[in-house]
Structure formats: structure tokens, C-alpha cells
């Protein structure tokens, strides 16, 4: 079994900065790839950022340039940085962890952190 725990959401102005924290713990054999969304209120979830195995990233246009998805692997932890952030930004933050060697056998989800951007 494994958990995932989101942590470090909150309230911030227009032009703030945010770091979300996604911690995995268990039986955590290999990872390939680690993935954060987002969902608003009425939206469907998205993909914001991802980070595989070998540390090859990947973002959502809307968020390109202004996050940065990290890796901390002797904590098992993997950030994301948010930067310049908008009030369209404002949404409940979700890590997905893909568990595979050389495809995804398992993944889990962790319940979410919210995101507040507001003046």
C-alpha cells in the first residue's frame, strides 16, 4: 500500500508564490512518474506538471514558466514551485504517483491541497 500526502496549499495574492509539497510513503518499489492536477470547482481535473523516472518534465501551457516540478528522492517527495501565480490558478492540487518499472502498474492518489489566489 502506499499514501500520498499533498501539503503546503493556502491563500495568496495575485503575483505570489506557493510550494506544494507531494510525499509518498509504503511499499514504494519504482516509480515512474509523478504527476500534479488541478481541479476547480465545475472543471474537469487537469494535468498542471509530471515527472518521470529520469527526471524528464512536462507542463500545461497555461502554467509553463511560471511552476517548476522537483524532485527530492531520498525524501520521496516530489514539489511543485508556483510562481507569478493568477486567480485562475485557484484550485484543489492533487499528486498522482505512477508506480511501473516500465509502464504504469499502479498509481495513487493523495486527497489534495487547495490553492487560494485572491486579493
Known amino acids: 500500500q502506499v499514501q500520498v500526502v499533498e501539503s503546503g496549499g493556502g491563500l495568496v495574492q495575485p503575483g505570489g508564490s506557493l510550494r506544494l509539497s507531494c510525499a509518498a510513503s509504503g511499499s514504494i518499489a519504482s516509480v515512474y512518474a509523478v504527476g500534479w492536477y488541478r481541479q476547480a470547482p465545475g472543471q474537469q481535473r487537469e494535468q498542471v506538471a509530471q515527472?518521470?523516472?529520469?527526471?524528464?518534465?512536462d507542463y500545461a501551457p497555461s502554467v509553463k514558466g511560471r511552476f517548476t516540478i522537483s524532485r527530492d528522492n531520498a525524501k520521496n517527495t516530489v514539489y511543485l514551485q508556483m510562481n507569478s501565480l493568477k486567480p485562475e490558478d485557484t484550485a484543489v492540487y492533487l499528486c498522482?504517483?505512477?508506480?511501473?518499472?516500465?509502464?504504469?502498474?499502479?498509481?495513487?492518489w493523495g486527497r489534495g491541497t487547495q490553492v487560494t489566489v485572491s486579493s
Open positions: 498522482n504517483v505512477e508506480l511501473g518499472t516500465y509502464y504504469v502498474e499502479y498509481d495513487y
Open positions: 515527472i518521470t523516472n529520469s527526471g524528464d518534465t
